[in-house]
C-alpha cells in the first residue's frame, strides 16, 4: 500500500511538473519551508520536582504543554456499572514454537557496531540547557552521617561542574547547598529544562546509521561466502557411502586364523592302521 502511494505521489509531482511548472515549484518550496521549520524549530522539556511534587511538560518554541500533573476536572465522572462475568474460555492448545534464528553476529561485529553508534553520537552537538536548578539541604538524625553526606555532595557538584560545562550549553544556573542540624530529613528541589533541535537527532541518526550500515553489509558478505564454502564442501550425507561398506555384498575372504584349523588337520601324521597290519601279516 506504501508503495503505492508513494508511486502516485511521484507521477502526480512528474505531471505537475509538465502541465503547471509554476505551481510545481511553489508547492516544493512550501514542503521544503515546512520541513526546515519542523528541523530547526526548537522543542524540549521542562522537567521539575519542587515541594514534592513532580512537574512535566513539553515545550515547542517557547510555548509550553503541560503534561504533569494533570489538571482535575470538577464534574465527576458517572460510574460505571459491573459487567458480568465472562465464563472462562478452555485453554487454547499451546503452539509449537518456531526455532529462534540467530543473528550470527561476532564480537569484532558487535564491537564494531558499539564504536560507529557512539561515533554518530558525537554529531550530536551540545544540547541546550535553558535552566538548572538545584537546592540540597542536607538533614539526619546523625550529625556525623549528615556532614558527610553534605560533603560528599558537594564533592559531586564540584567534579560535575566542568565536565557539564563542556556538554551543554548552560543559561541560566541557580545552584546552592545547605546543611540542618535540627531537621531529620534532607529536602531537594530540582528543575531541568533542555532545548534541542530535530536536525541535531537526524545528523547523529544518520552519521551512526551510515556506520553500522557498513558494518551490516560486511556481515552479509561474510554470511554469503560462507554459505558458498559450505555449498561447496558439504554433500548430502544419502550421496556418500560409510568407509569400509564398499564390498559389503561380496564375500570376504577367510583370515588366517579362520585357515588355521584346516591346516592343522592337513599337516597332522596320519596314523598307522596296525590292525589291517595284523590281518595281513
Not at 549528615?146 to 560545562?165: E, R
Not at 558439504?234 to 579362520?258: C, F, I, L, M, Y
Request: with cysteine.
Amino acid at each position: 500500500m506504501i508503495k503505492w502511494i508513494a508511486l502516485g505521489v511521484i507521477v502526480g509531482l512528474v505531471l505537475l511538473f509538465i502541465f503547471a511548472p509554476v505551481l510545481a515549484w511553489i508547492l516544493v518550496g512550501l514542503v521544503a519551508l515546512l520541513i526546515a521549520f519542523v528541523l530547526f524549530v526548537p522543542i524540549g522539556a521542562d522537567v521539575a520536582y519542587i515541594d514534592k511534587q513532580f512537574r512535566l511538560a513539553l515545550r515547542v518554541d517557547g510555548f509550553a504543554f503541560q503534561l504533569l500533573p494533570k489538571k482535575h476536572t470538577d464534574q465527576e465522572k458517572p460510574k460505571e456499572e459491573p459487567k458480568p462475568r465472562e465464563e472462562k474460555k478452555e485453554p487454547k492448545p499451546e503452539e509449537e514454537k518456531k526455532p529462534k534464528k540467530s543473528l550470527n553476529f561476532t564480537k569484532e561485529e558487535i564491537l564494531e557496531i558499539i564504536k560507529k553508534a557512539f561515533k554518530g553520537l558525537r554529531k550530536f552537538g551540545k544540547l541546550t540547557v535553558r535552566k538548572f536548578m538545584l537546592h540540597y539541604t542536607a538533614a539526619g538524625v546523625d550529625p556525623y552521617y549528615t556532614a558527610k553526606t553534605f560533603g560528599l555532595v558537594n564533592g559531586g557538584l564540584s567534579t560535575l561542574a566542568p565536565i557539564c560545562a563542556r556538554t551543554f550549553r548552560c543559561g541560566d544556573v541557580d545552584v546552592w547547598t545547605d546543611i540542618d542540624f535540627t531537621a531529620n530529613w534532607m529536602t531537594v528541589d530540582t528543575e531541568l529544562s533542555i532545548t534541542l533541535r530535530l536536525i541535531q537527532v537526524v545528523r547523529a541518526a544518520l552519521a551512526a546509521g551510515i556506520g553500522v550500515l557498513g558494518v551490516l553489509l560486511k556481515r552479509r558478505k561474510r554470511l554469503k561466502k560462507e554459505e558458498e564454502l559450505a555449498k561447496k564442501n558439504g554433500v548430502p550425507a544419502s550421496d556418500t557411502e560409510e568407509p569400509g561398506t564398499e564390498n559389503a555384498g561380496e564375500d570376504k575372504p577367510e583370515t588366517n586364523e579362520q585357515q588355521a584349523p584346516a591346516d592343522q588337520i592337513n599337516n597332522q601324521p596320519e596314523e598307522r592302521n596296525d590292525n589291517n597290519g595284523d590281518n595281513n601279516g
